[in-house]
C-alpha cells in the first residue's frame, strides 16, 4: 500500500460515521508543517497569516508551538474580533477603510493594543481620523514596502500591485509624517514578497518554466534584500523605536528571515499545504487539510461523480486555481466539465472501483479559502476524529 493508499483509507475509517461533503484537518501534518516552518525560519518567530487559515482553535494550536508568535490578519473587523478573543499581537496585513472598525479600535485601549494597522498613504491616516469619533487611541500603524522586481528600466514589473512606497525616501518621509500627527505610533515595517514566496519553481512537466521561475527569483531576492535593509535603515533614523520589520512567506520563509534587518517572518499557507505549494525545490511540506465528496453516479466505464467540488481558488483564472482529486491516485477532471458547481465527473481507472457513497478526496489550491465552504473543519489523529473545529464560517464570521 502506498502512503497516499493508507492516508485514504486512515481518512475513510476516521470518518466513516460523518456525512460528506467534509473537511478535515490532518493533526500529525499540521504540526510537523509548523515546525518545518519554525526550523526553516532559524530562529526568527514566525506570524502566523490568519487568512490561510481562517480557524480560530487552529491559530491557537499554531501559536502554541514555539517558535510561533502573533497573527497576521486580513480585515480590520476580523482584526478586532481576533483581540477581543484574547489574541493580543494581530498585525492587519492590507489597510482598510472600515470607519466603524476605526472608531471601535481609537475607543478601547486593549484593541488598540493589540491591533496593528496597515498604511501607504497619508490618506488612510485620514480617513482613519475622520473615522475615531470620540475615541482618542493612538493607533498602532506599519508601512508596507513595494517588493516587486523592476526589469528594463520599470517598463516590466513582476510581483503584486500592493504599496506604492518603494524607495527609502518614500518610505521615510511617511514615517516623518506618521512623527509629527497625534494619535498615531509607527511601530512596524512589512514587505511581501509573493512573487518568490508565493510561486512554485519546479512546476511538473514545465522545466524551461521552472527553471526561470528560480532566475526570476534569485534575482528579487538579491534586489530586495539590498532595497529592504537601505529601506530599514531610511525608517529607523526616523523611528527608532520600530518594533518589527515583517517579512516574507511559506515559500521564502528561510530566504527571508536569513536578512539581517527582518526581525520577523510571515506564513500561513505552509501548515495546511494546498496544493499551489507542491512546486518548491526548497521545502516538501505534508498536505494537512483535505475535502471529501461522495460519489453520487457512475456515468460509464472509467467515470463516477461527485456532489459539488466546484471550489475555484483567487487569483488568476487557470487549472491550478481548481481542486486537486487526490485520493484515490489516479483520478482527473472531465475537460469539457471541470469542477462543476453541484457535480463534478471524475475520470480515470480508480474510478471502477469506486461505488455509490464512496469519498473522493480533494486537496484546494489555497488554503484558507476552503474554510469559507464548510462550517467546521474535523481533526484527524491517526484513524479517529479527535474533534471538530468551527471555521470563521461556522462561528458566522465571513470578512470577506
Same mark, same amino acid.
Given at each position: 500500500m502506498t502512503p497516499r493508499a493508507a492516508d485514504r483509507a486512515r481518512y475513510d475509517q476516521a470518518t466513516a460515521h460523518l456525512e460528506a461533503p467534509l473537511a478535515i484537518v490532518d493533526l500529525e501534518a499540521f504540526d510537523a508543517? $509548523?515546525? @518545518?516552518?519554525?526550523?526553516?525560519? %532559524?530562529?526568527?518567530? =514566525? #506570524?502566523?497569516? &490568519?487568512? &490561510?487559515?481562517?480557524? +480560530?482553535?487552529?491559530?491557537?494550536r499554531a501559536l502554541a508551538h514555539d517558535g510561533f508568535a502573533g497573527i497576521m490578519s486580513f480585515t480590520l473587523e476580523e482584526s478586532l474580533w481576533l483581540a477581543r478573543a484574547g489574541f493580543d499581537d494581530v498585525l492587519l496585513a492590507y489597510p482598510s477603510a472600515d470607519r466603524a %472598525?476605526?472608531?471601535?479600535? $481609537?475607543? @478601547?485601549?486593549?484593541?488598540?493594543?493589540? =491591533?496593528?494597522?496597515?498604511? @501607504?498613504d497619508p490618506a488612510q491616516l485620514d480617513l482613519i481620523d475622520r473615522s475615531r469619533g470620540r475615541g482618542r487611541e493612538e493607533i498602532r500603524l506599519c508601512l508596507e514596502l513595494d517588493t516587486a522586481l523592476w526589469l528594463l528600466g520599470g +517598463?516590466?514589473?513582476? %510581483? $503584486? +500591485? #500592493? &504599496?506604492p512606497l518603494r524607495e527609502p525616501a518614500q518610505l521615510a518621509e511617511l514615517a516623518r509624517s506618521i512623527a509629527r500627527r497625534p494619535g498615531f505610533r509607527l511601530v512596524g515595517l512589512m514587505a511581501y514578497e509573493g512573487h518568490?514566496?508565493?510561486v512554485g519553481d519546479s512546476v511538473a512537466g514545465r522545466p524551461l518554466r521552472s527553471r526561470a521561475v528560480r532566475l526570476m527569483q534569485r534575482a528579487a531576492r538579491r534586489e530586495l534584500a539590498a532595497r529592504r535593509a537601505a529601506v530599514v535603515q531610511a525608517v529607523r533614523a526616523v523611528t527608532p523605536g520600530l518594533e518589527f520589520v515583517n517579512g516574507g512567506g511559506t515559500g521564502s520563509v528561510q530566504h527571508t528571515a536569513a536578512e539581517n534587518v527582518v526581525t520577523e517572518v510571515a506564513a500561513g499557507s505552509g501548515l495546511y499545504m494546498p496544493r499551489l505549494f507542491d512546486n518548491y525545490t526548497s521545502f516538501t511540506g505534508r498536505p494537512a487539510a483535505l475535502f471529501a465528496q461522495p460519489v453520487v453516479r457512475r456515468p460509464g466505464v472509467g467515470a463516477v461523480t461527485v456532489l459539488g467540488g466546484g471550489y475555484p481558488a483567487s487569483g488568476a483564472p487557470g487549472a491550478d486555481r481548481l481542486p486537486v482529486p487526490y485520493l484515490p491516485e489516479g483520478l482527473r477532471y472531465d475537460p469539457q466539465e471541470g469542477a462543476g458547481e453541484v457535480q463534478t465527473p471524475l475520470l480515470g481507472a480508480p474510478a471502477d472501483d469506486l461505488l455509490i457513497g464512496d469519498r473522493v478526496w480533494f486537496r484546494h489550491a489555497k488554503a484558507g479559502e476552503l474554510c469559507e465552504r464548510f462550517d467546521a473543519v474535523h481533526l484527524v489523529e491517526g484513524e479517529r476524529v479527535v474533534g471538530a473545529a468551527p471555521t470563521y464560517r461556522g462561528e458566522g464570521r465571513t470578512f470577506l
Open positions: 508543517n $509548523a515546525e @518545518d516552518l519554525v526550523r526553516r525560519a %532559524g530562529g526568527k518567530p =514566525v #506570524r502566523v497569516a &490568519s487568512k &490561510s487559515v481562517r480557524c +480560530r482553535a487552529l491559530l491557537e %472598525g476605526f472608531a471601535e479600535l $481609537a475607543a @478601547d485601549p486593549k484593541l488598540a493594543a493589540a =491591533v496593528t494597522v496597515m498604511v @501607504d +517598463r516590466v514589473r513582476i %510581483g $503584486a +500591485r #500592493r &504599496s518568490v514566496a508565493g
